[in-house]
């Protein structure tokens, strides 16, 4: 179990952007740029705008894509199709010591500082569990009813805040336009996640796996020849009275991604021996058949946060500070992951 009194990484409040990239809705080997037609009387400003680009952001981006495409005084065409920017997290191009902002992160953490750049190259494919009609496995604690797929969200996001703070590129293939990082014990379920870039998740689960995994897919293309991981993050239900640890799942026939869940799993048992000496810490690595580890092209982690159905597992997710803890810590592991197997 996580203490409150852990030692957060503080960070300076927040603000950002995370977009999301031109329509891939296919497996294509070159994710096509995203394409708008200009309507009648439309300006730069309210194109951006009412595709989610914030202008401010974007529009140096729009007019350098687009300069033979635009009319006297960067006027638009109606009926022309435009370029749209690249809306994915991407790397923090900028030096260290910038802040960019992701709107991903909520209003809160949307500015989020790049401290360093010891994962630069790095990508990463974070995928939260279930999401858009899915919410996973329902726990209950008290009058609340905790939703596997918001909590699973939300560890998520502070990951890959985390992750962009040092440089690495971050994709949220599960995604939720307006939830951000959430500092409430109890994370109100809703049905709006999409599936990168802006898709709309199937009920059907079969469909839906195979909606995210076509979407890592064609990341990966687009990053051939970079360090990639996969990284799924879930939140287990069993019985009430069962306990467990975060334990970690690869792909049976990936000797690397053994090894990054293994890094993992260690650098869980080092914080627990340091933070909470004699607890002892139970997690486990094993290979499991899963259809998202098994199909997607990166190197795939399947990690599981504790039970939701029971109480002291529930802790680990209901106090936001102890979400933080997770999302560091998986951090810790990851770069060490990187700086291992890179
Ligand atoms: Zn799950």
């Known amino acids: 179990m996580f203490g409150s009194k852990l030692h957060i990484i503080k960070y300076t409040v927040i603000f950002l952007t995370f977009f999301l990239t031109g329509l891939i809705n296919s497996f294509s080997l070159h994710a096509q740029p995203n394409e708008v037609v200009a309507e009648k009387g439309e300006g730069i400003y309210r194109l951006l705008t009412r595709n989610g680009l914030p202008v401010?952001?974007?529009?140096?981006?729009?007019?350098?894509?687009?300069?033979?495409?635009?009319?006297?005084?960067?006027?638009?065409?109606?009926?022309?199709?435009?370029?749209?920017?690249?809306?994915?997290?991407?790397?923090?191009?900028?030096?260290?010591?910038?802040?960019?902002?992701?709107?991903?992160?909520?209003?809160?953490y949307a500015d989020v500082e790049i401290i360093d750049e010891q994962l630069k190259g790095a990508v990463y494919h974070l995928v939260a569990g279930h999401g858009g009609p899915d919410p996973g496995a329902v726990g209950r604690y008290g009058e609340w009813q905790l939703c596997e797929d918001e909590y699973a969200y939300d560890v998520t996001l502070r990951l890959a805040r985390n992750l962009i703070q040092h440089g690495?590129?971050?994709?949220?293939?599960?995604?939720?336009?307006?939830?951000?990082?959430?500092?409430?014990?109890?994370?109100?379920?809703?049905?709006?996640?999409?599936?990168?870039?802006?898709?709309?998740?199937?009920?059907?689960?079969?469909?839906?796996?195979?909606?995210?995994?076509?979407?890592?897919?064609?990341?990966?293309?687009?990053?051939?020849?970079?360090?990639?991981?996969?990284?799924a993050i879930h939140v287990d239900?069993?019985?009430?009275?069962?306990?467990?640890?975060?334990?970690?799942?690869?792909?049976?026939r990936s000797k690397t991604g053994k090894d990054a869940a293994h890094i993992l799993k260690n650098t869980f048992q080092r914080k627990y021996d340091l933070h909470q000496p004699g607890r002892g810490y139970k997690g486990t690595v094993s290979d499991r058949n899963l259809y998202v580890v098994r199909n997607t092209y990166p190197v795939a982690i399947y990690i599981e946060l504790g039970n939701i159905n029971h109480r002291r597992d529930q802790q680990r997710f209901i106090i936001p500070s102890n979400r933080q803890a997770l999302a560091n810590w998986l951090f810790e592991g990851l770069m060490e992951d990187f700086k291992t197997n890179k």
């Open 56 to 108: 401010s952001q974007y529009l140096e981006v729009f007019v350098e894509l687009n300069k033979d495409r635009l009319g006297p005084g960067n006027s638009l065409y109606a009926g022309r199709k435009y370029k749209l920017p690249d809306k994915t997290a991407e790397t923090p191009s900028k030096s260290t010591g910038t802040t960019r902002r992701f709107e991903i992160f909520g209003e809160k």
């Open 237 to 252: 239900s069993r019985s009430h009275g069962e306990n467990i640890d975060v334990f970690f799942y690869h792909d049976k």
């Open 168 to 231: 690495a590129t971050v994709y949220m293939i599960t995604r939720d336009n307006n939830d951000g990082v959430r500092d409430d014990s109890y994370l109100k379920p809703d049905k709006d996640e999409l599936c990168y870039p802006n898709l709309k998740i199937p009920l059907n689960q079969t469909r839906r796996l195979r909606q995210r995994t076509d979407a890592v897919n064609t990341l990966y293309q687009k990053h051939r020849g970079n360090f990639q991981r996969m990284v």
